[in-house]
């Protein structure tokens, strides 16, 4: 077996003896050819430095389990941080305001000095998003599960939230339909209906309100997906963008050599 040192002093003598022929014959049509094989020989023994020669290829189900472990990382992150206490209510990115039709009669009630009803409506309406954001993750799970092999190599390949972005795409409807019970049930928790009700029955309100079709639930549930969806897109952003984000093998092997 030819050792390597060999194999490096080989090379070398030949680079150089092809330099030699190129400078001989003066062809610049020639002197590229050699140099194409100078630098073939050159790259086939290790002289180059070339370091994507020494990195490890991908494998499809490399790409397809390290995109998958990503989304489920970043989707665990997002949902902890929603569900938490005030994780709606204090965080400015996905606090959810009242709706814009409120607007009027709310400047009139803090104008009397009646503005605490309306902080407590405001408040129990991002209660109820944090109470449902904790049942959020098995929802995205089953979603992430199913993605094929050529939906995960486009997402990988993607920009910072091409993940998020396919999943609102192609799972909104079915989050929407599968997350209003579970917004129901946090709203029930938090008493947002009798809240709601009772800032509905001012004088003030009830008149400058009359006619306006609103459905709570509606309004809660799709403020709520909108939110989680944002910090999920953070989240993707960071695993993409941040080496320290990476906290698995995996997540390091595959979005290290994006």
Do not use: C
């Not at 020494?54 to 499809?60: C, G, I, P, R």
């Not at 503005?115 to 449902?132: H, K, V, Y």
């Not at 800032?199 to 003030?204: A, E, I, K, S, V």
Request: aromatic share 8%; glycine share 8%.
């Amino acid at each position: 077996m030819v050792s390597s040192t060999l194999m490096t002093k080989f090379g070398f003598v030949l680079s150089i003896f092809f330099l030699a022929l190129a400078l001989l014959i003066g062809s610049s049509a020639a002197t590229a050819g050699i140099w194409e094989k100078i630098d073939k020989i050159s790259g086939n023994i290790g002289l180059r430095g070339d370091t994507n020669s020494t990195s490890a290829t991908l494998s499809n189900g490399e790409i397809v389990a390290g995109l998958r472990q990503a989304l489920d990382v970043a989707a665990s992150k997002a949902v902890e941080q929603a569900s938490s206490r005030g994780g709606f209510l204090t965080n400015p990115d996905i606090h959810i305001p009242l709706p814009n039709f409120l607007d009027r009669p709310v400047q009139a009630l803090r104008r009397i000095g009646m503005g605490a009803q309306a902080d407590s409506l405001e408040t129990a309406i991002n209660r109820a998003a944090e109470e449902a954001s904790a049942q959020a993750l098995p929802v995205f799970t089953k979603t992430i599960k199913s993605m094929s092999f050529e939906d995960v190599r486009m997402i990988w390949k993607g920009g910072d939230s091409a993940a998020t972005d396919y999943l609102i795409t192609h799972t909104h409807d079915e989050l929407y339909k599968r997350f209003t019970p579970i917004v129901q049930q946090a709203i029930d928790q938090v008493g947002l209906l009798s809240i709601y009700n009772s800032f509905m029955d001012q004088p003030g309100v009830k008149a400058a309100i009359k006619g306006t079709r609103f459905d709570l639930n509606e309004y809660v549930t799709n403020k709520t997906l909108d939110g989680l969806f944002r910090l999920l897109a953070q989240q993707e952003k960071e695993i993409r963008k941040n080496p320290a984000a990476r906290t698995t093998e995996l997540l390091k092997k595959v979005f290290g050599q994006r």
